[in-house]
């Protein structure tokens, strides 16, 4: 069975800084992973994809995330915070055995200081 | 524009009383899903649908009901609404879900329903 563990359910950063979300999976098979984010009040827009073409993936809005099977993690980068990127994020995983399950994390708000 | 359009944006209703949530993709997608979310929890798969009249459970099916007899069409359905349903509600739509190429999926911008 697949799941996904979002460590922090709340972050907090100074604009500039660097951002780190994390994301841990557990599937028996190869996953394909997904972060995805929600602003306030709205519905969830796919910030990046991991394919397995590359482990290192580039998304939207200057995030990019890492695919580690040693550590069966897909955290979320960004390397300087900007206010506009206060909003809570999700990480998911699809296993293609099951192709239509998909299996969400609790989601990590990111709250960005001035 | 391409979209996945739901509705009622708001509902308030009363314990029993059936209602029904559309959801409407106009991208031609194969893939459609329904998610509820909470507070703490995260988004959870109500059910999902492959195709036109291929449709499965998700993690948490109990009291809900789905139907996918056209491929732009997958509306959620809660015969009998309890106080425990009360969620905001999310469809999403994706033309695949693996592989190469562009996918992902598309979401709706949420149904908030209350159950009194």
């Known amino acids: 069975a697949q799941s996904v563990t979002q460590l922090g359910s709340h972050v907090s950063v100074s604009e500039g800084a660097l951002v780190l979300l994390r994301c841990n999976y557990s599937s028996s098979v190869p996953p394909y992973l997904f972060w995805y984010v929600q602003y306030p009040n709205q519905g969830l827009q796919l910030l990046l994809k991991?394919?397995?073409?590359?482990?290192l993936v580039k998304g939207i809005n200057g995030f990019e995330a890492e695919f580690k099977k040693s550590e069966t993690s897909f955290h979320l980068t960004k390397p300087s915070a900007h206010m506009s990127d206060a909003a809570e994020y999700f990480c998911?995983?699809?296993?293609?055995?099951?192709?239509?399950?998909?299996?969400f994390g609790d989601g990590t708000t990111l709250t960005v200081k001035p | 524009e391409a979209q996945v359009t739901q509705n009622p944006r708001y509902l308030i209703t009363v314990t029993g009383k059936k209602l029904t949530v559309t959801c409407s993709q106009n991208?031609?997608?194969?893939?459609m899903s329904w998610y509820r979310q909470d507070p703490g929890l995260g988004l959870r798969q109500i059910y999902y649908?492959?195709?036109?009249?291929?449709?499965d459970k998700g993690d948490v099916p109990e009291g809900y009901k789905v139907s996918r007899k056209e491929k732009r069409n997958f509306p959620l359905i809660l015969e009998s609404p309890s106080p425990n349903q009360t969620s905001l509600y999310f469809c999403?739509?994706?033309?695949?879900?693996f592989g190469e190429g562009d996918y992902g999926y598309t979401f709706g911008s949420g149904t908030r329903l209350t159950v009194v």
């Open positions: 991991y394919t397995s073409a590359a482990t």
């Open positions: 999403a739509s994706s033309p695949k879900l």
């Open positions: 998911a995983v699809i296993e293609n055995t099951n192709a239509g399950k998909s299996t």
């Open positions: 649908s492959m195709n036109v009249e291929v449709t």
């Open positions: 991208m031609n997608h194969e893939y």
